[in-house]
Structures are given as structure tokens and as C-alpha cells.
């Protein structure tokens, strides 16, 4: 199972300029998997968000293959 599209969406920065950000990433089923994190200072949220779109179709595709073919 892939990831099929992501997004983030940076909140509103807080007093000291860090923001919380909520990803979206949504796989080949239509599922949605949501990641919250923050607050944050000044990062590549797309590279974060690239990342763990890997990690979590990485992680889907594991799961899959234990479903089929047991541990």
C-alpha cells in the first residue's frame, strides 16, 4: 500500500514564533493518516512531511505483508 498524497498545514505562530502542523497522508485505500506535531521553530516541513510519508507507507506495506504471509 502507497502513500498516494500528502499535505501540511502550518498553525498559527505562537508568542515565540513556533507552530504546530498537522500533516495529512493518504494511501491507495483512501485512508487518511493523520500526524500532528509542535510546536516547532523554523524546519523544512517538507522535507518532514516527505519523510514520513515514507515511514508510514513503509510501515503500511509491512503490515500488509504480515496480513498475507503471517510474522
Do not use: F, K, W
Not at 24 to 45: A, F, K, M, N, W
Not at 51 to 61: H, M, S, V
Amino acid at each position: 500500500m502507497a502513500i498516494v498524497s500528502s499535505t501540511y498545514t502550518v498553525g498559527v505562530p505562537q508568542i515565540d514564533g513556533r507552530c504546530y502542523v498537522v500533516e495529512l497522508h493518504t494511501d491507495s485505500t483512501g485512508q487518511v493518516h493523520r500526524v500532528e506535531y509542535g510546536p516547532v521553530g523554523v524546519i523544512d516541513y517538507q522535507a518532514v512531511m516527505q519523510a514520513r510519508a515514507a515511514q508510514i507507507g513503509n510501515a503500511l506495506a509491512d503490515a500488509e505483508a504480515e496480513s498475507m504471509y503471517g510474522a
